[in-house]
């Protein structure tokens, strides 16, 4: 079985995860595409389908990213653990939401301060 215990936290995940399986990255994509949705939304705090498919709520670098999926109208949370998303909603670690978590962390996650950050934070 393998264990990341030792793994160090790394931003450069292209390529060196080569065992990974990758038949199931449409969902990621799809929370990708979700991503770039909400970035360029004008709505950024709207919780409505129409305007966003998945609204980040709260982002804490490298521990959790709290997610609000529209089509679900459900909070999602996604628990990150040593570097790795996971979905506590889908109870999953490549779902849609997961890659919405990972476009977040890439892009907010640089300050490495491990401090929470409302969503009023982040885009104001
Ligand atoms: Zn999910």
Not at 68 to 80: H, M, R
Not at 85 to 98: F, G, I, L
Request: with cysteine.
């Amino acid at each position: 079985m393998p264990d990341n215990s030792d793994s160090e936290e790394s931003d450069d995940n292209s390529g060196s995860d080569s065992q990974h399986k990758f038949n199931k990255c449409e969902t990621l994509d799809e929370g990708i595409f979700a991503f770039m949705h909400w970035l360029n939304s004008e709505n950024k705090k709207s919780l409505s389908p129409d305007d966003n498919p998945i609204v980040l709520l709260k982002f804490v670098n490298d521990e959790c990213t709290i997610l609000y999926d529209t089509n679900l109208k459900t909070e999602v949370d996604i628990e990150i653990n040593k570097g790795v998303p996971y979905c506590k909603y889908c109870k999953q670690d490549d779902c849609s939401h997961v890659g919405f978590a990972i476009e977040a962390e890439q892009l907010f996650g640089h300050s490495r301060s491990g401090k929470e950050e409302t969503i009023e934070d982040i885009i104001l």
